[in-house]
């Protein structure tokens, strides 16, 4: 049986990736220093280096400047859960996994990101979106390690707690005005968590 063969990238390709991760990071930096709501599509071109015709190109509003930005800490996310795999059960895997995340992005310029979308109404309402696209990848995830068709309901289950359990613990960190690693407000969550199940 031979193995999947991935495509190399081509140049195309490449390029096409380069100039969208240069948008959006000229763009979140704009963000950052001017406030999302004050930034103009225009200002971000032009920082860019591009026209508002190519803008569009890659993207269809400033939502999706930030949202290419969350997109990473998802792909994250989904390879640290598969990197914990013998962790022990579903929980103990995504917990181990939000930890490993957790301390790699507990950064000031995460927590300005995170300040920027709590500030923007915009942004706001799409947190509820986010946190339903992050659960989705967990569960996915889980089901590429556990694939049983039976456990499909516990895995969906252990996926939606584990996202509540992460918000609950952002949120705890950000009230508490980051006295504490978020890494520690993580693990308090899911002690509690399974203190109560």
Known sequence: MSEAVTKPEGLRERNRRQTLQHIAEVGIELFLAKGYDATTLDEIAAAAGISRRTFFYYFKSKDDILLAHL???DDELKASVLEHDSA???IDVVRE????VAARFETSRLMAIIRLIRQSEALSAS???NNLRREQVVYETLCEIWPARERRDRL????????GTLRLAVDTWIEHGRKRKLTTYVQDAFANLKAEI
Do not use: E, Q, T
């Open 71 to 73: 997109a990473g800490y």
């Open 88 to 90: 022990g059960s579903p």
């Open 97 to 100: 996994a939000m930890l490993d």
């Open 127 to 129: 947190r509820y979106g």
């Open 156 to 163: 969906r289950l252990v996926a939606m707690v584990s996202i």
